[in-house]
C-alpha cells in the first residue's frame, strides 16, 4: 500500500508561484497513476491535475490550465504540481492521490483514487 506525504504549501501574493511536491513510499510508484485535487473551505473537493503512470500523459481542470502544470519524476518517487500566476481562488488545500493503473490513463474521479496524502495548505493573498 503506498504512503503519500505532500510539501511546499505555503503563503504567496497574487500572481506568485509554488511547487508541490508529493513523495509516494510503501508501493512501486510507476505503478500509479496520479492526481492532485483541492479543497477550499465549504466546498467540496475538486479535481486539478492528473498524470498517467508511464509516458507522462496528462490532464487538467479547466480553471488551471495554462497556470498549473503536473509532472513525475519515477526515480525520485515524487509528482509535483508547478503552479503559476496564482490567484486568490487557488487558496485551498491540495491533496495528492494515487491509484494503481495498467495502463497510460489519467483518471479525475475522486473514487478513482484509493490512496490520499494528508494535504498541504496553500493561501494565496490579494
Known amino acids: 500500500q503506498v504512503q503519500l506525504v505532500e510539501s511546499g504549501g505555503g503563503l504567496v501574493q497574487a500572481g506568485g508561484s509554488l511547487r508541490l511536491s508529493c513523495a509516494a513510499s510503501g508501493g512501486t510508484f510507476s505503478s500509479y497513476a496520479m492526481g492532485w485535487f483541492r479543497q477550499a473551505p465549504g466546498k467540496e473537493r475538486e479535481f486539478v491535475a492528473a498524470?498517467?503512470?508511464?509516458?507522462?500523459?496528462?490532464y487538467s481542470a479547466d480553471s488551471v490550465k495554462g497556470r498549473f502544470t503536473i509532472s513525475r519524476d519515477n526515480a525520485k518517487n515524487t509528482v509535483y504540481l508547478q503552479m503559476n500566476s496564482l490567484k486568490p481562488e487557488d487558496t485551498a488545500v491540495y491533496y495528492c492521490?494515487?491509484?494503481?493503473?495498467?495502463?497510460?490513463?489519467?483518471?479525475?474521479?475522486?473514487?478513482?483514487?484509493?490512496?490520499w496524502g494528508q494535504g498541504t495548505q496553500v493561501t494565496v493573498s490579494s
Open positions: 498524470i498517467s503512470r508511464s509516458y507522462g500523459s496528462t
Open positions: 492521490a494515487a491509484r494503481l493503473s495498467s495502463g497510460s490513463w489519467w483518471y479525475y474521479g475522486i473514487r478513482d483514487y484509493p490512496y
